[in-house]
């Protein structure tokens, strides 16, 4: 049987279907002439040629085996992974108040909720209630229910800025090398270098990084390059997202500030984007000694408000508490943002922050369009953003979202013409904001002014830079040993994994 997309446009599209009824296994002595037939209780049989039925196995999908396309799990009825929904949460709550009860403490986890800004303000755009409103609520709410503790992903997004943005100059300045030794003639065999940096002498994590440097963050085309497009991966930052660092923060960083073992702690991650469950699924993020994942469970905003009406809670209503300690905010209590996009803001904070580094230039405001040049390509979902000294461009910049614009991308890669040293790339047209899991429009709203309402929402949110967190400066040192140490790299990148296949069209996927 195959993968069924029908009304294919780009990203995601509710029509689209998952389809694997039966597995058939073919020998060399299978006939062609073999036929599949369906009885009435909807069971499948191959019948052969002399008419012996043999009944075929129910086959099953597991989330390593999706394409990152969300057509299974656009709606809560057709989720097929169980270890990923609002019911795998109200188990272990279940669990831990049975554990209360029977006054066997030992046996109660640590449950540690995490909240994506784009959730946050699409619960706010829903209920017409500011996303400070809002994150007072859903602590409230999540405590109520059992939870210990809220956190806000603002906050471990400035860890994925911050690297990525390391990560970004460490890269340009391996490629200025084998810049520099093609020129001199140094190094013959680099004329084939034209936007691939290696080093021998460097880290050895950079040794087959390259540019274009592609942002991370997204795990629907971290899916689609790693099942598609192999050669690509290298190009690919290896910063983990703000969800799988903040699972590195409460695992590694909380478990032992409060001395529990990151098998004792349970992680939930609130998400805009139905990819999450797949990132947090992946391996990379699995720890063999505790047997736990990073993050445990990933629901997203709409399984939040699921959950409002199965609990009868009226987040209008509601109460509100104080936000708790990982949450990014001001000193008089407001949430904050980084600036740039709701995709995060990964094209402006790097931009600016590489003009600084790699050629001194301090006035820079990517959002402002201040010292940059800005271009809108034909559609709204891919800008250029270049920077230039005395005329001259030094660093182009892009953002690409939606997979007609990253088709476009990979081609230009894949022929060594891309003019870019960085690329946002996302899955979803419009980005995060429009993520799969984020909740719709009433009928009579059309959805690209529902997607403007929710982008202003959280833009309106103050931003503060990266830079200025000092809890997560202060971190860096007391839990990291420091910014370039093994310890961060260990905790805060990751890697990436081509995976095989025989297919020549992703999106007839064959089993």
């Not at 002439?33 to 369906?38: A, D, E, F, L």
């Not at 999908?61 to 609002?86: F, H, N, P, R, Y």
Request: proline share 3%; glycine share 6%; net charge neutral.
């Amino acid at each position: 049987m195959s993968v069924l997309l029908k009304d294919l446009n780009d990203y995601i599209a509710p029509s689209q279907a998952c389809i694997k009824p039966v597995e058939v296994n073919k020998t060399s002595t299978d006939s062609k002439s073999n036929v599949i037939k369906v009885d009435n209780s909807g069971g499948y049989y191959e019948v052969s040629l002399d008419g012996v039925e043999t009944k075929l196995q129910t086959a099953s999908i597991t989330l390593d085996d999706c394409l990152a396309c969300s057509g299974c799990i656009t709606s809560a009825e057709s989720v097929l992974i169980t270890m990923q929904s609002q019911e795998e949460l109200y188990n272990v709550l279940k669990s831990n108040k049975e554990a209360i009860e029977q006054n066997k403490a030992d046996q109660v986890k640590t449950i540690v909720v995490s909240i994506a800004p784009q959730s946050v303000v699409s619960i706010a755009a829903k209920y017409n209630l500011t996303p400070l409103q809002v994150a007072k609520r859903l602590t409230y709410f999540f405590k109520t229910l059992g939870v210990h503790h809220v956190f806000d992903t603002s906050f471990s997004r400035d860890f994925s800025l911050l690297e990525s943005a390391r990560e970004f100059v460490e890269r340009y300045r391996v490629y200025q090398e084998e810049q520099q030794q093609f020129t001199a003639g140094n190094d013959i065999k680099s004329s084939k270098a034209k936007r691939n940096g290696t080093s021998g002498g460097r880290d050895h994590a950079m040794n087959d990084a390259k540019l274009p440097m592609l942002a991370s963050s997204c795990p629907g085309w971290i899916c689609y390059a790693e099942k598609t497009h192999g050669f690509i991966l290298p190009y690919i930052s290896q910063t983990k997202s703000p969800q799988q660092i903040m699972g590195s923060v409460v695992k590694d960083y909380l478990g032992n500030k409060l001395g529990i073992k990151p098998n004792n702690i349970y992680h939930v991650g609130v998400m805009m984007c139905y990819d999450k469950k797949l990132e947090a699924s992946r391996n990379d993020f699995f720890n063999d000694y505790y047997q736990t994942r990073d993050v445990d469970c990933v629901i997203t905003s709409g399984e939040v408000v699921k959950m409002f009406e199965e609990s009868h809670f009226d987040i209008m209503t509601s109460e509100e508490t104080s936000l708790d300690t990982f949450t990014k905010t001001s000193q008089q209590g407001e949430l904050l943002r980084s600036s740039g996009s709701a995709s995060g803001g990964y094209l402006e904070f790097i931009l600016e922050y590489a003009a600084r580094e790699l050629f001194k230039v301090t006035d820079v405001d990517v959002e402002g369009e201040r010292g940059v040049m800005v271009k809108t390509g034909r559609n709204k979902d891919f800008k250029e953003v270049t920077l230039e000294i005395d005329g001259k461009p030094v660093l182009k910049f892009a953002s690409a979202y939606g997979f007609r614009n990253i088709q476009n991308l990979v081609r230009k890669i894949k022929n060594s013409n891309s003019p870019y040293h960085y690329v946002e790339v996302m899955a979803c047209p419009s980005g995060c904001i429009n993520g799969g899991g984020q909740l719709k429009p009433n009928e009579n709203i059309p959805i690209k002014d529902w997607i403007l309402h929710v982008n202003n929402i959280y833009r309106n949110v103050n931003s503060v830079s990266p830079e200025k967190n000092d809890v997560v400066l202060n971190l860096y040192n007391e839990w990291l040993d420091g910014i370039n140490s093994e310890k961060s790299k260990s905790l805060l990148r990751t890697r990436y994994h081509a995976v095989e296949t025989n297919l020549t069209n992703p999106l007839a996927v064959k089993w």
